[in-house]
Structures are given as C-alpha cells and as structure tokens.
C-alpha cells in the first residue's frame, strides 16, 4: 500500500497547532501504514522544526517528514489572511511544491480522531478532484460572494465547501493550471472574497468537489453543541486557534487536554488569551441586544425589498435568542463533559511528548 501522505501549512505563530494536529493524526492512523507527513514552511524556527522532526523519528521507520519552503509574498496582491498573514494561501501552491499523486491537506487547528488512511484511500467519483466537507457556517456561493457567484454565472446557492480537511488529486490540479487560475483570481476579486484561498477553491473548483461526510472535518462549535463527548472525528478549530484563545467549552478543554498530554502546554496567561476573554465578555454582554434587536434590523430589510439581509439578520437574532435562553442547561451540561475530559486518556503511538 502506498505511503498515505499528509500535508499541512505553518508559521511559527501557528507551530502548536500543527504539533498537536500531526500528534493526533499519527496517533489514531492504522500503524500497518506508512505515513509521510509534508509541512510547507512559512517560517519555522530551528527549535520548532526540531521538536517536530523529533516526533517522527520516535515514531520509527513508517513515518518520514519533509519540510517545504513555501513563500506567502507570492500572494502580495491578495487580502490578508488570518493572523494578518499570506500562510494561509499556500496550500494553493501544494500541485506545485508537492511531486505525489494525492494528498490529504489538514488545516494547523484540527485535532485528528479518526483513521486518516480511510480517507486516502478513498477512490474520488469521475470528474472530481478533491473531496470536502460542506462549510458549516458559510452555506452556499453567495454566502461567500454573490458578486463573484453572478459573474461566474455559477448557482448562487450552490454547496459550498471548507477547506480545511481536503483529499486532493494534485495530477488533475496541475493538468488545470490550478496555481495560475488561483493567482488570477486573487488579484481580479480582491475586494470582493470573503475566506481567502478557500473561496477560489469553491469558486474555482465548482462541480469538481465531491462531498464528505461531517466527520471528516466537525467544526469545535458543533463539538461543543453535543450532548456527549464522542469524537471519532477529526475535529476543526474555525473560529479560534485554540493555544492562542478560545471561549471556554468542551472542545476548548479538549484541546487544552490533548496538548498537555502531548507535552504542550497551553499558557492561558498569554496576551492573546487575555484579548480572547475581553472578546467573549463582551460577546455574551450584547447577547440581549442581538436577539432582540436583529429581528428588528430584519424587519426594516424586509419592508426594504432587501430579503437576503432579512433572512441573515432573521437566522442571527434566532441564534442569539436560543443562546440566551439554553444557558443554565448549556452550563452544566458543559460542567459534567468537562470533568469528563479532564479525565480522558488519549492514545500517543509510540512517541515522546514536546518536552
């Protein structure tokens, strides 16, 4: 069987995301399979790209890592992306910099649950070339950008889908100029694209992305929405990296638990830990006004002729009601996993922790 490959992007400010993302996803692979993990390196210091290298030697002789010189600077012209960064536009470049046939690419803040060689071996339908799960907060096309959706004469309200778990087929990626089409995009709809490289995947790609099941990439929110702690998933930080910040909840704890015992820990003492508390503090305090007021907001739209406002507005005041109302179940419920987790034990196939 061949080497299931695995592919991920980082810098250094995103480095404990992507330890703790290759811990899990050599700790839950079938160990009958050889693994070759690439990294394109965004700016990895020495100290971190020997903490990583350290962790696959410990694994034996199926796993190897190479690292990857990818340069951000190629996207100047494009938006910034998260962390006022370019990073995260590299994995566009992975038909390039990358010579194998297929590839899993896994974002830094996933935590791995799941066999990923279940994925890898996955045989795409014809006329696909990569597979994804469906965004679960970014819907359909014109969710991203209808300007772009309209001028692409694409469905609007076609699926569209995250970029951060993709098995990709990077032979049919370079037969399509791919990195060329991406580039071009990124400099004519500057202004208009929401989700950076994810949105010239989506917008690019239309028709050729054949759909995962959820497991394959559960955003933390819907973690954090279950009644239980069941993973056998591979679980997707969207909105927050969670070494960085992160509201408290299961998957936060998750992960805090994860990465100590992987010989990370997290510093909640951080600066950026500090911002994400005042973050969620005011999150939770214009709780009421947003339930109450958006259904307002959504009325004037409507009486506008303006119904795609109306219904956003409409969805989010309904959301935050929800909020407001589910919060002393929504507490201890979130009390009981927590010691839940705090008990938990995870699997390490045969390596020595970051420290």
Same mark, same amino acid.
């Given at each position: 069987?061949?080497?299931?490959?695995?592919?991920?992007?980082?810098?250094?400010?995103?480095?404990?995301?992507?330890?703790?993302?290759?811990?899990?996803?050599?700790?839950?692979?079938?160990?009958?399979?050889?693994?070759?993990?690439?990294?394109?390196?965004?700016?990895?210091?020495?100290?971190?790209?020997?903490?990583?290298?350290?962790?696959?030697?410990?694994?034996?002789?199926?796993?190897?890592?190479?690292?990857?010189?990818?340069?951000?600077?190629?996207?100047?012209?494009?938006?910034?992306?998260?962390?006022?960064?370019?990073?995260?536009?590299?994995?566009?470049?992975?038909?390039?910099?990358?010579?194998?046939?297929?590839?899993?690419?896994?974002?830094?803040?996933?935590?791995?649950?799941?066999?990923?060689?279940?994925?890898?071996?996955?045989?795409?339908?014809?006329?696909?070339?990569?597979?994804?799960?469906?965004?679960?907060?970014?819907?359909?096309?014109?969710?991203?950008?209808?300007?772009?959706?309209?001028?692409?004469?694409?469905?609007?309200?076609?699926?569209?889908?995250?970029?951060?778990?993709?098995?990709?087929?990077?032979?049919?990626?370079?037969?399509?100029?791919?990195?060329?089409?991406?580039?071009?995009? +990124? &400099? /004519?709809? @500057? =202004?208009?694209?929401? *989700?950076?490289?994810?949105? $010239?995947?989506?917008?690019?790609?239309?028709?050729?992305?054949?759909?995962?099941?959820?497991?394959?990439?559960?955003?933390?929110?819907?973690?954090?929405?279950?009644?239980?702690?069941?993973?056998?998933?591979?679980?997707?930080?969207?909105?927050?990296?969670?070494?960085?910040?992160?509201?408290?909840?299961?998957?936060?704890?998750?992960?805090?638990?994860?990465?100590?015992?992987?010989?990370?820990?997290?510093?909640?003492?951080?600066?950026? +830990? &500090? /911002?994400? @508390? =005042?973050?969620?503090? *005011?999150?939770?305090?214009? $709780?009421?006004?947003?339930?109450?007021?958006?259904?307002?907001?959504?009325?004037?739209?409507?009486?506008?002729?303006?119904?795609?406002?109306?219904?956003?507005?409409?969805?989010?005041?309904?959301?935050?009601?929800?909020?407001?109302?589910?919060?002393?179940?929504?507490?201890?419920?979130?009390?009981?996993?927590?010691?839940?987790?705090?008990?938990?034990?995870?699997?390490?196939?045969?390596?020595?922790?970051?420290?």
């Amino acid at each position: 069987m061949e080497p299931v490959v695995l592919a991920f992007a980082s810098n250094q400010r995103y480095f404990p995301g992507l330890y703790c993302a290759v811990s899990s996803a050599l700790s839950y692979i079938d160990p009958a399979r050889s693994v070759d993990v690439k990294v394109l390196d965004g700016g990895l210091s020495q100290t971190c790209r020997h903490s990583l290298s350290r962790l696959i030697d410990s694994v034996g002789a199926s796993a190897e890592l190479e690292f990857v010189k990818a340069d951000p600077s190629v996207f100047e012209e494009a938006t910034l992306g998260p962390g006022q960064s370019h990073m995260t536009y590299c994995r566009t470049l992975l038909p390039q910099l990358l010579d194998v046939r297929r590839l899993i690419y896994l974002d830094c803040d996933v935590l791995v649950f799941r066999d990923l060689s279940e994925l890898f071996d996955r045989q795409l339908s014809r006329g696909k070339i990569l597979a994804a799960v469906p965004d679960s907060e970014t819907l359909t096309l014109d969710h991203d950008s209808r300007t772009i959706a309209v001028a692409m004469n694409l469905p609007e309200r076609a699926h569209y889908f995250n970029a951060g778990v993709m098995l990709l087929n990077l032979e049919e990626l370079r037969k399509q100029n791919f990195i060329e089409q991406s580039l071009e995009f +990124f &400099k /004519k709809w @500057r =202004r208009h694209y929401r *989700f950076w490289d994810q949105s $010239a995947i989506n917008f690019l790609l239309y028709g050729q992305i054949e759909e995962l099941p959820e497991y394959w990439n559960r955003a933390a929110w819907q973690f954090d929405a279950q009644d239980n702690n069941h993973l056998d998933c591979v679980l997707h930080y969207t909105t927050s990296a969670p070494w960085l910040g992160g509201a408290r909840g299961p998957a936060q704890d998750l992960f805090e638990r994860f990465a100590a015992e992987a010989g990370f820990t997290v510093n909640r003492r951080s600066s950026d +830990f &500090k /911002k994400s @508390r =005042r973050q969620r503090f *005011f999150r939770a305090a214009l $709780a009421p006004l947003r339930a109450f007021g958006f259904p307002l907001i959504s009325s004037f739209y409507r009486v506008a002729g303006r119904k795609e406002k109306s219904a956003g507005y409409k969805r989010a005041g309904k959301y935050w009601f929800y909020y407001i109302l589910n919060a002393p179940r929504r507490r201890r419920l979130q009390r009981l996993r927590a010691e839940e987790i705090r008990a938990m034990k995870f699997k390490f196939t045969g390596f020595e922790s970051l420290t």
